[in-house]
């Protein structure tokens, strides 16, 4: 008897282990709000601006189909942490601006409110933040029925067939010179949810920068957490890129000057003011490519057939 109570009590003790164990977290494991912080400290810091840029989002409206908001707020944030760019805005807030641009030309304005043509600042760049593939916050579901109706077209076949209870992301950032159209760097960043560590309610705290701007979606939802580090992945990797030498810190000097046509007719020399051989002779309409070098009001140009000599800029105009 003495021997079967002394086994119940054995049996009792380890049971009672088992279930409190859990409760014990080990030493070494690291905490949700420490996981957070070591993920945004990985955003890129640059000493310098790269260039001005504008982000626009993709056509698909992937987000929709998970509830989120436009992905854009969420590079927008990583930008202005960064200090990798001078933002420009080509969404709500520039036509805002036209609609005080309007009041402005309508004469409505009061005096002296310096708003009108020729202050818009360019952008050098123009980031799109896009998807490759991503699950969302339901158990067991194949997510291209699910989201095809958003995101319609090629892009439904890349979103079929993942596991939405994995909860992962891969996306691409795309940057693109304004001026040569040239594809500068495409990116992808990957996160799933270890990379997260989700807390008892669902929900991750914190998030500094992130909890207003737009992105509130994101930070109060499992996979928008997921979406929001794998951007931060592929942004740290983009700006590692461009900061090695893909672009200069002055995009409009180091791009072709934009091309010119002649207004009025004239001559191309082969020095300048109007000095040395005729080259050649312009018509009205000719277009001509500026070299970039310049004497007063004479521009070293070259036309279509390979010819170079200066004109006077007197004579022709940007081409539109």
Same mark, same amino acid.
């Given at each position: 008897? *003495?021997?079967?109570?002394?086994? *119940?009590?054995?049996?009792?003790?380890?049971?009672?282990?088992?279930?409190?164990?859990?409760?014990?977290?080990?030493?070494?494991?690291?905490?949700?709000?420490?996981?957070?912080?070591?993920?945004?400290?990985?955003?890129?810091?640059?000493?310098?601006?790269?260039?001005?840029?504008?982000?626009?989002?993709?056509?698909?409206?992937?987000?929709?189909?998970?509830?989120?908001?436009?992905?854009?707020?969420?590079?927008?944030?990583?930008?202005?942490?960064?200090?990798?760019?001078?933002?420009?805005?080509?969404?709500?807030?520039?036509?805002?601006?036209?609609?005080? *641009?309007?009041?402005? &030309?309508?004469?409505?304005? *009061?005096?002296?409110?310096?708003?009108?043509?020729?202050?818009?600042?360019?952008?050098?760049?123009?980031?799109?933040?896009?998807?490759?593939?991503?699950?969302?916050?339901?158990?067991?579901?194949?997510?291209?029925?699910?989201?095809?109706?958003?995101?319609?077209?090629?892009?439904?076949?890349?979103?079929?067939?993942?596991?939405? &209870?994995?909860?992962?992301?891969?996306?691409?950032?795309?940057?693109?010179?304004?001026? &040569?159209?040239?594809?500068?760097?495409?990116?992808?960043?990957?996160?799933?949810?270890?990379?997260?560590?989700?807390?008892?309610?669902?929900?991750?705290?914190?998030?500094?920068?992130?909890?207003? @701007?737009?992105?509130?979606?994101?930070?109060?939802?499992?996979?928008?957490?997921?979406?929001?580090? @794998?951007?931060?992945?592929?942004?740290?990797?983009?700006?590692?890129?461009?900061?090695?030498?893909?672009?200069?810190?002055?995009?409009?000097?180091?791009?072709?000057?934009?091309?010119?046509?002649?207004?009025?007719?004239?001559?191309?020399?082969?020095?300048?003011?109007?000095?040395?051989?005729?080259?050649?002779?312009?018509?009205?309409?000719?277009?001509?490519?500026?070299?970039?070098?310049?004497?007063?009001?004479?521009?070293?140009? &070259?036309?279509?057939?390979?010819?170079?000599?200066?004109?006077?800029?007197?004579?022709?105009?940007? @081409?539109?």
């Amino acid at each position: 008897m *003495r021997f079967a109570q002394t086994m *119940r009590a054995m049996l009792l003790a380890g049971i009672a282990t088992a279930f409190a164990a859990p409760l014990w977290a080990p030493a070494h494991a690291e905490s949700i709000d420490n996981k957070r912080d070591r993920k945004e400290a990985e955003i890129p810091v640059c000493s310098h601006k790269l260039g001005t840029l504008a982000v626009h989002e993709p056509d698909n409206h992937w987000w929709e189909g998970l509830g989120l908001a436009s992905p854009e707020a969420v590079i927008k944030v990583l930008v202005m942490k960064s200090q990798c760019f001078t933002l420009v805005d080509r969404g709500q807030g520039l036509a805002a601006a036209e609609q005080e *641009r309007a009041l402005a &030309s309508g004469g409505d304005l *009061r005096g002296g409110s310096n708003v009108g043509k020729g202050q818009i600042k360019a952008a050098d760049y123009v980031l799109i933040p896009d998807l490759v593939s991503k699950n969302g916050n339901a158990g067991g579901t194949n997510i291209g029925g699910i989201l095809g109706g958003f995101v319609g077209g090629g892009a439904g076949a890349i979103l079929s067939g993942i596991n939405i &209870s994995k909860k992962t992301a891969d996306v691409v950032l795309t940057i693109t010179d304004v001026r &040569s159209t040239e594809q500068l760097a495409m990116t992808e960043g990957h996160a799933d949810k270890t990379d997260v560590g989700f807390g008892v309610a669902g929900g991750w705290g914190g998030w500094g920068g992130f909890g207003g @701007a737009g992105v509130s979606s994101y930070t109060s939802s499992d996979i928008g957490q997921v979406v929001i580090l @794998a951007y931060i992945d592929a942004y740290t990797k983009m700006v590692d890129q461009l900061g090695a030498g893909a672009v200069s810190d002055n995009a409009s000097a180091n791009n072709a000057e934009q091309a010119v046509t002649m207004a009025k007719p004239g001559r191309m020399y082969s020095e300048s003011n109007g000095k040395g051989k005729v080259v050649r002779k312009l018509d009205p309409g000719m277009m001509l490519y500026p070299t970039g070098n310049k004497d007063g009001v004479w521009w070293e140009v &070259s036309d279509e057939l390979g010819n170079k000599g200066w004109v006077s800029s007197l004579l022709f105009q940007l @081409a539109k």
